[in-house]
């Protein structure tokens, strides 16, 4: 008796470490001209578990203005061959999906606000660098980006728990090309908190009847 008893306070005392313990996420971000770098640490535990993910390189295109990720070369294959057949029926049942997938996310926004008033930032660091052999061109561009910093600092401020003052920073280059971002970012929450977002996310997409159930799927499982 004694055992059992000894054993479910320890079982009880490890579930209330792992609810109280952090997930701390590191996301290190590099864009200089033609390389980018994305780098996303994970660890668990106070450190008992580690994990490292590394995003498959983005490549940009100047001529065509296109997008490329390395792929693999089967998956390129079969996504070329496969042949898909639209009628105005299909348009119209996906036009509702939308429709009715936008108001799913519109209520799911106190859900993803609590996870984001629960969410606390360490470091924010954002450096970027343009240039251009246009100086007004240089100068515009340089106004933008900092616009559009500014902005992202507004809604750090207000929507997530801050524990630093986020750096950014912008460096015109104005007798040369050159494009380049280093972005850095730690982030923690605890495993109790993320576990209450999952649960409500649950709940939300069991009361709407799976929204991501889109009349495609439904089509191919009627065949």
Sequence with gaps: MNTFWFTTTIIIVLLILIMLSKLTVTVHYYHG??????TIHLKVLYGL???????????AGHQDASVKFKMNEQKEAELSTEKKKITVNDVIESMKDARKFIRSVQDMQPIIRYFFRK????EFIWRSAVGTRD???TAKLTGVIWSGKGVV???????VGMRCEPYFEVTPYFNQ???ATDFRCIASIS???????????I???????????????????SV
Excluded at 33 to 38: F, G, I, P, W
Excluded at 119 to 122: D, G, Y
């Design 153 to 159: 600092q507004v809604l750090l401020y207000k929507y």
């Design 203 to 221: 709940m939300h997409y069991k009361r709407n009847g799976g929204y991501f159930r889109t009349h495609s799927v439904a089509k191919k499982e």
């Design 177 to 179: 090309k050159l494009s």
């Design 119 to 122: 969410t606390i930032i360490h």
């Design 33 to 38: 001209n033609d390389n980018d770098q994305l």
């Design 49 to 59: 578990i580690k994990k490292k993910i590394q995003i498959p390189v983005i490549k």
């Design 135 to 137: 100086a007004s061109l």
């Design 191 to 201: 495993i109790g908190n993320t576990i209450v977002t999952a649960l409500k996310l």
